[in-house]
T-cell receptor
Framework: QKEVEQNSGPLSVPEGAIASLNCTYS??????FFWYRQYSGKSPELIMF????GDKEDGRFTAQLNKASQYVSLLIRDSQPSDSATYLC?????????????FGRGTQLTVWP | DAGVIQSPRHEVTEMGQEVTLRCKPI?????LFWYRQTMMRGLELLIY????????DSGMPEDRFSAKMPNASFSTLKIQPSEPRDSAVYFC??????????????FGPGTRLTVL
């Protein structure tokens, strides 16, 4: 069973600050990494994915990947109260079961005005 | 595209009754996943299909659970008989490879099941 670990939080940041969400994974062979946002009572929504070491930016979101350390993070710049949600990290399986994702338990983020 | 469609959105039933959850994946997606989410256990994969064929059902908790995908546009998850501990939100998701190593997975709105 592949492990995906996240701090459960809650993580609380003031509006306008940078929120940093972290995730570690156990399978060194994992190739692609996903961040989902889940508002309370809603379904997970894909924010972005990353597969190369380094940073990937999409608007206020930056995903960072370090495969040597088996670590992926999500930075949210200029955090807004509307960013308050649970953020799920997911890692793909490999080989013939490549389509499967392993999810962490999620980090709850609260952005206060 | 309408996204992944699930029905019903809410289901309240009594212990021992049969429950059937339905899912229509995004057109053209070749993977379909059934998940269950609870506060205690988080998001759990129950079973998934590739091109309508079940690939891994090791997450199905018991024989009371069964899933089918008779065609590319429809899947069902059945619980018979249902028990109170089955109460959870059940999500269906579908995906399509955007590259050989990347599958973007999209979730439906979920079915909130309550078994009394």
């Amino acid at each position: 069973q592949k492990e995906v670990e996240q701090n459960s939080g809650p993580l609380s940041v003031p509006e306008g600050a940078i929120a940093s969400l972290n995730c570690t994974y156990s399978d060194r062979g994992s190739q692609s990494f996903f961040w989902y946002r889940q508002y309370s009572g809603k379904s997970p929504e894909l924010i972005m994915f990353i597969y190369s070491n380094g940073d990937k930016e999409d608007g206020r979101f930056t995903a960072q990947l370090n495969k040597a350390s088996q670590y992926v993070s999500l930075l949210i710049r200029d955090s807004q109260p509307s960013d308050s949600a649970t953020y799920l990290c997911a890692v793909n399986d490999r080989g013939s079961t490549l389509g499967r994702l392993y999810f962490g338990r999620g980090t709850q983020l609260t952005v206060w005005p | 595209d309408a996204g992944v469609i699930q029905s019903p959105r809410h289901e309240v039933t009594e212990m021992g009754q049969e429950v059937t959850l339905r899912c229509k994946p995004i057109s053209g997606h070749d993977y379909l996943f059934w998940y269950r989410q609870t506060m205690m256990r988080g998001l759990e994969l129950l079973i998934y299909f590739n091109n309508n064929v079940p690939i891994d059902d090791s997450g199905m908790p018991e024989d009371r659970f069964s899933a089918k995908m008779p065609n590319a546009s429809f899947s069902t998850l059945k619980i018979q008989p249902s028990e109170p501990r089955d109460s959870a939100v059940y999500f269906c998701a579908s995906s399509l490879p955007v590259s050989p190593s990347i599958h973007e997975q999209f979730f439906g709105p979920g079915t909130r099941l309550t078994v009394l």
